[in-house]
């Protein structure tokens, strides 16, 4: 019976930007429409419990959709007259589109747009396109339920004032929206591949999303390398997810981990995928990350890691995307090239010159850094010090465990 029930919620979490995107193409209002596809879910998940799966699923959840839609639009105020008039022309309208149709690309430009920040881009999307629940996105972001659903619902109502279109044309600024989509699903990819807060250090729930995403966006633009690049990133990083923990959820650093058992399909898949885009125009950042991850992939053992070529490409990443973390990943590579002195000297300089070990995004990782090059160097009181303070910034729980062993020198 358990079995069956989590068929029928991933059917319906697969469903839910379908019934959605139908509905904002018929009628409009973002944020009525999605109350309504929710209803209609909800409705699917308690009857097809007791009765199973209806001959065609997504038909039934539009028509239930659509009716709830009518009763709201009727039930609003003058300002909704319009669209109740234009309801009621049409009483029987059939409202079924073809069953391989599919709105999630253009759901997921509709929540990317320009009027909204980033946190609630993604929180829109997760809940739009990815069909997470506000619990769920919340428990993502270590926020409470009720601050997130006012969030989202502030972002609806962004979106459903700017007159947003659910269609769009060579007038919507399509690089503009493009630019901000692979930023959301890059940002949903980093955070369910290492959570900021909870007792888990990844949610596959997330991960897998965002690469369910990219590839339907990189169907939208085959001709654009940079979504490619970013498919690629997230398939290679995604590759050694069974080897990052151990049983008891206790984290396995990268140069520990049972290469062997990385997913070869996927490290494949992402290599060919990069090869064929790193030509094609300017390098931008998901290439050269995506770049970075098949030299990671590509040694079978870890001493074989090509890291001089690793820090050249954090260089030039650090060109195209100069922020704090970049930054500390090209620290990592020096030192593995280098030596841990000159990767010390270099963050030195960097945090001279960005306060990376004050900077609330990149001090938790400046300080672990830190730690492991002053061990390497045979300072251990001062990196004991630094990974405990490592540990003590981190909301992270088996992140926080493996900075506080190293501390006691395990």
Same mark, same amino acid.
């Given at each position: ?126 809940? #739009? ?9 919340? *428990? ?69 999303? #965002? ?90 053992? #870890? ?50 010159? *960005? ?16 730690? *492991? ?7 251990? #009181? ?10 003590d910034m981190t909301k992270n729980e088996p992140e926080s465990r493996y900075l506080s062993r190293k501390a006691d020198g395990e």
């Amino acid at each position: 019976m358990t079995a069956r029930h989590d068929a029928i919620e991933d059917l319906l979490r697969t469903e839910a930007p379908q019934v959605l995107g139908a509905l904002v193409r018929r009628f409009g209002h973002f944020d009525i429409a999605e109350e309504a596809a929710q209803d209609a879910l909800f409705a699917a998940s308690q009857q097809w419990r007791q009765d199973g799966l209806p001959e065609h699923p997504r038909s039934w959840l539009i028509r239930i959709a659509y009716r709830r839609m009518i009763d709201t639009l009727r039930a609003e105020s003058a300002d909704r007259r319009r669209q109740e008039q234009y309801v009621a022309s049409e009483p029987n309208a059939p409202f079924s589109p073809p069953p391989d149709h599919d709105d999630s690309l253009n759901l997921l430009l509709l929540c990317c747009h320009p009027a909204l920040s980033s946190a609630s881009r993604v929180a829109l999307t997760l809940r #739009a396109v990815g069909g997470l629940t506000t619990a769920e996105i919340a *428990h993502a972001y270590g926020v409470t339920e009720q601050t997130m659903a006012v969030r989202i619902s502030r972002a609806k109502q962004q979106i459903r004032k700017s007159g947003a279109r659910f269609e769009f044309t060579a007038d919507d600024d399509f690089p503009g929206r493009l630019f901000a989509v692979m930023r959301v699903l890059y940002l949903i990819f980093n955070e369910g591949y290492t959570v900021t807060t909870g007792a888990e250090l990844s949610r596959t729930d997330l991960t897998g999303e #965002a690469i369910r995403l990219a590839r339907l966006l990189r169907t939208l633009v085959p001709d654009d390398p940079e979504p490619a690049g970013l498919l690629a990133l997230m398939l290679l990083i995604d590759s050694r997810r069974a080897t990052r923990t151990t049983a008891n959820g206790d984290l396995i650093p990268l140069a520990e981990q049972d290469r062997t058992r990385w997913d070869q399909e996927a490290i494949q898949e992402g290599s060919d995928l990069i090869r064929t885009a790193w030509s094609q125009g300017n390098v931008g950042t998901y290439r050269l990350q995506a770049a970075i991850a098949a030299v990671h992939a590509s040694a079978a053992v #870890a001493e074989e890691t090509d890291w001089e070529q690793i820090a050249a490409l954090y260089l030039a990443l650090e060109q195209v995307e100069p922020s704090g973390l970049v930054m500390l990943a090209r620290v990592v590579a020096v030192a593995h090239a280098f030596g841990p002195a000159r990767a010390n000297a270099l963050l030195e300089e960097l945090d001279r010159d *960005h306060g990376l070990l004050q900077q609330p995004l990149t001090r938790h990782r400046a300080h672990a850094i830190r730690a *492991h090059l002053r061990e390497a160097e045979g300072a251990v #009181a001062a990196a004991r010090e630094d990974f405990l303070a490592a540990a003590d910034m981190t909301k992270n729980e088996p992140e926080s465990r493996y900075l506080s062993r190293k501390a006691d020198g395990e």
